[in-house]
Structure formats: structure tokens, C-alpha cells
């Protein structure tokens, strides 16, 4: 039987990076080569699966309980981030890790440094898996996916194991904001899911930012440097000038718990023409609304300066959980639960992001987020340690079991 740490290799093996500027489903189609593995490997263990026109795989082992069982979901996204690319990954593997600082060696004079990621200190003596700093390692979220597949060729080969309908879910383009979008719950038919897609070891979240992208332009005018005044419109000086309105205490780098944040992510520019892109956070819907208020003032104020130079576009990505998980708070009792009896200490704390699960929950599929276990997603800094998914692994097992003790 394949181990967990190989499936998580052959699975990071593969590029799956999704593209926030495509309008199509999945965003990039080299998604669904990862997509169409994980199909074929399923239906190889004899369970039932399904890839749809969309891009979802799902899959259901049925119950083996003599009684009413609540059927429980478990979801990852194959999906890794734009902000670095997945590409021809190259892991390196560090055993009965020393606890000092990690040379990426594909990167001369780039380290982990235990001094800038204290964490990993509390990884000494187990087995760390890196990138070599030319990529991301695509942990988010392929550790979640070699997690539910190791629990499912687990199931299938312990006949004695206990359990109700355990549905299985894959989704692409979760990093861009549009996991499932056109996610058919009632054909996934949970009663209650779990993504697997939070971070350290313990952590369990059933709230997490509301969440918008914002895309500023700015029309410039170009007039050569040498007759331009009073006639040029630099586009880059004035999308500057636009984003120091923004509070700079309200940036990523300055912010904490639940505070909320404006993070400019992209920029694209001549004098002519310029871009900025955008994404925004709150844990609070009222907070939310007022930071997407105020950006449209701050370009309403640049056009009141320099003429109608300047449009944004807001789009949603996604709400807080919260009142739509809360409701149902036995499903986090019993993920509780699970996490103690592999002797881990559960970490509730709100998601400083977004998980697949948050809109699923206001689609009627109540859906708190599990660790996978990795740290410093979405950068060549990403690190998981394989404890950490090997527990995970058995988080799952231990929340189906507890479903059909009931």
C-alpha cells in the first residue's frame, strides 16, 4: 500500500496552478490532469467516482453500518496558488530534522531560518518536507488531498472499520476564489462536511474572512516627457497616489486575529494605463462593507482630482461561515474530539482566509476546516511536516468512527 508522504509527492508532482484571469471552468485545464488522476485512482480502490463538466470529483464509499449513519464529507482543492509558481517541484526531504535553519538549496543563499519561523523548532526530530526554493511546495492543499485519499485506501482495506456513507470531494480553483461555484451539493449528498485545508497541526475553524477582489484602472496620457506639462496624466503615479490612501496599518504585514486588511496583490502599468489589483478581508460584514466603501471613495477623490481617470470593480469571493456552521456546533465537537484522541490540543481560531467550506456552508452543507498541516502557504518558504498529515489522516478516520458510534 502507498504511503501517504508518496501520494503527496506524486500529487505535488503535478502543476495545477489556477489562473485568477480566466473566466473558464476549471480556470487553467492542467487542473484536471491532478483531477482526473484522483478519479481513476478511486474507482482503482473500487469506490465509486465521478468527474464532472466543472471539474469536481466526486466519490462515495457507502456505509457499512447496519443503521442510520449521518453521511460526512471530506473536500481539498487541487488548486495551488498564482502567487508562486507549481511548477517541476522539487521537494526536499529532511529526516529526523536537527531544528536549525534549512538551506533551499535551489536557491543559493535562501534558508528557512528557525530565527524568521520560529514553528519550526517545534518540529525537531520528525521529517520535514520543503521546497527548494524555486517554487511553492503546493502543501495548500495537496497535503488535504493525500490525506482524504490515504483515509479512503485505509477504509477500503480494513473491511472492519466502522463507518457511514463517506463522501469525497475535489474541487479546483479554490485559490482563486470560485472553488464551488458550481459545486452540486445536493448530488454530493452530505449531511455535514470538513475541508482539509487549514494550517498547523490542531488548528479547526468554523469562521473566516468575508472576502473581496478589487481591480483598479487607471487611465493615464502619454505625451512625450519633454512638452508634458500641465498636459500629462501619469497612470502609475496616479494608481500610487490612490493606494496611499489606503491606511497602511490596515495591510496583511500589520494585522492580526480579527483584523481585517487591504492587500494589494498585483500591479500592471505604462504612463498610459495602469492596473492594481486588490484583495479584501473582514471578519465583520459591517467592517467589510466599510472597506469596500472606502475604496470607492478613495477613487471617487482621484477622480474629483485629475478628471474621470480611474473605475474599480468589486467582486465577492466569499462570507464568513460563522452563522451557518455555529448552528450545527456538534460537527466541531466531534472534530474536538477526534484531535484529542490522537493527543493533539485543538486550536479554534478564526481563518485569516477562506476555505472551499465557507461557501459551502451557505449552500446548505455545513463545512468547518481541519488542519493539513503545512505552514507558509502560497511562497517558496512553505514547509509541512509529515507527522502533521499522518495525523490529519487519522483526524478523519477518528471523526467517521465517531459518527457511527452515535
Same mark, same amino acid.
Request: proline fraction near 5%; hydrophobic fraction near 35%; charge should be negative.
Given at each position: 500500500?502507498?504511503?501517504?508522504?508518496?501520494?503527496?509527492?506524486?500529487?505535488?508532482?503535478?502543476?495545477?496552478?489556477?489562473?485568477?484571469?480566466?473566466?473558464?471552468?476549471?480556470?487553467?485545464?492542467?487542473?484536471?490532469?491532478?483531477?482526473?488522476?484522483?478519479?481513476?485512482?478511486?474507482?482503482?480502490?473500487?469506490?465509486?467516482?465521478?468527474?464532472?463538466?466543472?471539474?469536481?470529483?466526486?466519490?462515495?464509499?457507502?456505509?457499512?453500518?447496519?443503521?442510520?449513519?449521518? /453521511?460526512?464529507?471530506?473536500?481539498?482543492?487541487?488548486?495551488?496558488?498564482?502567487?508562486?509558481?507549481?511548477?517541476?517541484?522539487?521537494?526536499?526531504?529532511?529526516?529526523? @530534522?536537527?531544528?536549525?535553519?534549512?538551506?533551499?538549496?535551489?536557491?543559493?543563499?535562501?534558508?528557512?531560518?528557525?530565527?524568521?519561523?520560529?514553528?519550526?523548532? &517545534?518540529?525537531?526530530?520528525?521529517?520535514?518536507?520543503?521546497?527548494?526554493?524555486?517554487?511553492?511546495?503546493?502543501?495548500?492543499?495537496?497535503?488535504?488531498?493525500?490525506?482524504?485519499?490515504?483515509?479512503?485506501?485505509?477504509?477500503?482495506?480494513?473491511?472492519?472499520?466502522?463507518?457511514?456513507?463517506?463522501?469525497?470531494?475535489?474541487?479546483?480553483?479554490?485559490?482563486?476564489?470560485?472553488?464551488? &461555484?458550481?459545486?452540486?451539493?445536493?448530488?454530493?449528498?452530505?449531511? @455535514?462536511? @470538513?475541508?482539509?485545508?487549514?494550517?498547523?497541526?490542531?488548528?479547526?475553524?468554523?469562521?473566516?474572512?468575508?472576502?473581496?477582489?478589487?481591480?483598479?484602472?487607471?487611465?493615464?496620457?502619454?505625451?512625450?516627457?519633454?512638452?508634458?506639462?500641465?498636459?500629462?496624466?501619469?497612470?502609475?503615479?496616479?494608481?500610487?497616489?490612490?493606494?496611499?490612501?489606503?491606511?497602511?496599518?490596515?495591510?496583511? &504585514?500589520?494585522?492580526?486575529?480579527?483584523?481585517?486588511?487591504?492587500?494589494?496583490?498585483?500591479?500592471?502599468?505604462?504612463?498610459?494605463? /495602469?492596473?492594481?489589483?486588490?484583495?479584501?478581508?473582514?471578519?465583520?460584514?459591517?467592517?467589510?462593507?466599510?472597506?469596500?466603501?472606502?475604496?470607492?471613495?478613495?477613487?471617487?477623490?482621484?477622480?474629483?482630482?485629475?478628471?474621470?481617470?480611474?473605475?474599480?470593480?468589486?467582486?465577492?469571493?466569499?462570507?464568513?461561515?460563522?452563522?451557518?456552521?455555529?448552528?450545527?456546533?456538534?460537527?466541531?465537537?466531534?472534530?474536538?474530539?477526534?484531535?484529542?484522541?490522537?493527543?493533539?490540543?485543538?486550536?479554534?481560531?478564526?481563518?485569516?482566509?477562506?476555505?472551499?467550506?465557507?461557501?459551502?456552508?451557505?449552500?446548505?452543507?455545513?463545512?468547518?476546516?481541519?488542519?493539513?498541516?503545512?505552514?507558509?502557504?502560497?511562497?517558496?518558504?512553505?514547509?509541512?511536516?509529515?507527522?502533521?498529515?499522518?495525523?490529519?489522516?487519522?483526524?478523519?478516520?477518528?471523526?467517521?468512527?465517531?459518527?457511527?458510534?452515535?
Amino acid at each position: 500500500m502507498e504511503t501517504l508522504v508518496e501520494k503527496f509527492l506524486r500529487y505535488i508532482a503535478v502543476d495545477t496552478q489556477s489562473d485568477p484571469e480566466s473566466e473558464s471552468y476549471p480556470s487553467s485545464a492542467k487542473e484536471l490532469d491532478l483531477l482526473k488522476m484522483l478519479r481513476d485512482e478511486l474507482s482503482a480502490m473500487g469506490i465509486e467516482a465521478v468527474l464532472d463538466e466543472h471539474g469536481y470529483v466526486m466519490a462515495e464509499i457507502p456505509s457499512n453500518c447496519n443503521r442510520e449513519v449521518p /453521511a460526512i464529507g471530506f473536500i481539498a482543492h487541487v488548486d495551488t496558488s498564482p502567487d508562486a509558481s507549481g511548477k517541476d517541484i522539487k521537494p526536499q526531504i529532511l529526516e529526523n @530534522y536537527d531544528g536549525k535553519d534549512i538551506p533551499l538549496k535551489g536557491v543559493p543563499g535562501l534558508v528557512l531560518k528557525v530565527s524568521e519561523f520560529p514553528e519550526l523548532a &517545534e518540529y525537531k526530530g520528525q521529517t520535514i518536507i520543503t521546497t527548494d526554493g524555486t517554487t511553492l511546495l503546493g502543501a495548500d492543499d495537496k497535503a488535504g488531498v493525500a490525506e482524504i485519499m490515504s483515509m479512503a485506501e485505509y477504509v477500503m482495506t480494513h473491511p472492519e472499520f466502522k463507518h457511514g456513507k463517506i463522501k469525497i470531494g475535489f474541487t479546483p480553483d479554490e485559490e482563486v476564489g470560485r472553488g464551488v &461555484e458550481k459545486f452540486d451539493v445536493k448530488k454530493f449528498g452530505a449531511d @455535514y462536511a @470538513y475541508t482539509m485545508d487549514g494550517g498547523k497541526i490542531g488548528e479547526l475553524e468554523y469562521e473566516n474572512f468575508n472576502a473581496a477582489s478589487a481591480t483598479v484602472k487607471i487611465q493615464g496620457r502619454n505625451i512625450h516627457p519633454g512638452y508634458a506639462k500641465g498636459k500629462m496624466l501619469n497612470a502609475i503615479l496616479i494608481g500610487m497616489e490612490l493606494n496611499s490612501l489606503l491606511p497602511v496599518e490596515q495591510r496583511p &504585514e500589520y494585522t492580526d486575529g480579527y483584523e481585517g486588511f487591504f492587500h494589494i496583490i498585483g500591479f500592471n502599468g505604462t504612463v498610459e494605463e /495602469a492596473t492594481f489589483s486588490y484583495i479584501i478581508r473582514d471578519h465583520d460584514m459591517s467592517m467589510f462593507e466599510k472597506r469596500k466603501e472606502l475604496l470607492r471613495k478613495c477613487v471617487e477623490f482621484i477622480n474629483f482630482k485629475y478628471g474621470e481617470v480611474a473605475t474599480v470593480e468589486i467582486r465577492h469571493q466569499y462570507y464568513n461561515m460563522r452563522k451557518e456552521v455555529e448552528p450545527h456546533y456538534h460537527i466541531i465537537e466531534k472534530a474536538v474530539k477526534a484531535m484529542e484522541m490522537e493527543g493533539i490540543t485543538p486550536c479554534i481560531k478564526p481563518i485569516r482566509g477562506g476555505t472551499d467550506g465557507a461557501n459551502l456552508s451557505f449552500m446548505g452543507l455545513p463545512c468547518p476546516n481541519i488542519f493539513a498541516g503545512g505552514h507558509n502557504f502560497h511562497g517558496k518558504m512553505e514547509f509541512v511536516p509529515v507527522e502533521s498529515m499522518e495525523k490529519a489522516r487519522n483526524v478523519i478516520l477518528n471523526i467517521i468512527s465517531l459518527f457511527a458510534e452515535e
